[in-house]
Nanobody, 123 residues
Framework: QVQLVESGGGLVQAGGSLRLSCAAS????????MAWFRQAPGKEREFVAT????????YYADSVKGRFTISRDNAKNTVYLHLNSLKPEDTAVYYC????????????????WGQGTQVTVSS
């Protein structure tokens, strides 16, 4: 089992920035690829970004590319999502997720999920 706890969400004006954190516990963190997804009210959960076990490989949804950055610190068992140039359409609950070994952009590939953290961007 892997337990994931997100933090760092909040209310921010358009154009602002936030840093989300996801702390992992329970298993060897460096064995897991990590990802961030988000879900806006009335919409399906969508992929945001993913990072490999070592942190050497990342991949982003087109909607956030160039604005968001995913990173990880395996010594601290934590994955981060830096959100810059935020837009009102970025408003959602952001979830981190973990899966063994390889990255994926599909939510159904991830067995472990955090409880989510709310990001609200005002115009």
């Amino acid at each position: 089992q892997v337990q994931l706890v997100e933090s760092g969400g909040g209310l921010v004006q358009a154009g602002g920035s936030l840093r989300l954190s996801c702390a992992a516990s329970g298993r060897t963190f460096s064995n897991y690829a990590m990802a961030w997804f988000r879900q806006a009210p009335g919409k399906e959960r969508e992929f945001v970004a993913t990072i490999s076990q070592s942190g050497g490989s990342t991949y982003y949804a087109d909607s956030v590319k160039g604005r968001f950055t995913i990173s990880r610190d395996n010594a601290k068992n934590t994955v981060y999502l830096h959100l810059n140039s935020l837009k009102p359409e970025d408003t959602a609950v952001y979830y981190c997720a973990a899966r063994p070994i390889s990255r994926s952009t599909h939510s159904y590939d991830y067995a472990y999920w955090g409880q989510g953290t709310q990001v609200t961007v005002s115009s």
